[in-house]
């Protein structure tokens, strides 16, 4: 059965890191567009980062510098390396791929 599972949120105070992990099983993984988007508390769903099927990646303005998107076939993960994180990244964090979304996990940068 084809899912996502995301993993590694948690609580981080302001400039800390937290990598986020998206098991992705089912896919032709390195061909596949995938997405990472986050929900900020009554906010609209936006989109963090994108790698494509030919490795290209798109980001917010917002995480620039700052997040990286990666991918490894052989372990089919997707992940989000956070590094100086500001209370605003607080969100529940979602993989995406196609018309296949995570469940999420939560973000809380907060001191």
């Known amino acids: 059965q084809v899912q996502l599972v995301e993993s590694g949120g948690g609580l981080v105070q302001p400039g800390g890191s937290l990598r986020l992990s998206c098991l992705a099983s089912g896919f032709v993984f390195n061909l596949t567009t995938m997405d990472w988007h986050r929900q900020a508390p009554g906010k609209e769903l936006e989109l963090v980062e994108r790698v494509t099927g030919g490795g290209s990646t798109k980001y917010a303005d917002s995480v620039s510098g700052r997040f990286t998107i990666s991918r490894d076939a052989a372990k089919m993960t997707l992940d989000l390396q956070m590094n100086d994180l500001k209370p605003e990244d607080t969100a529940v964090y979602y993989c995406?791929?196609?018309?296949?979304w995570g469940k999420g996990t939560l973000v809380t940068v907060s001191s």
């Open positions: 995406n791929i196609g018309p296949l």
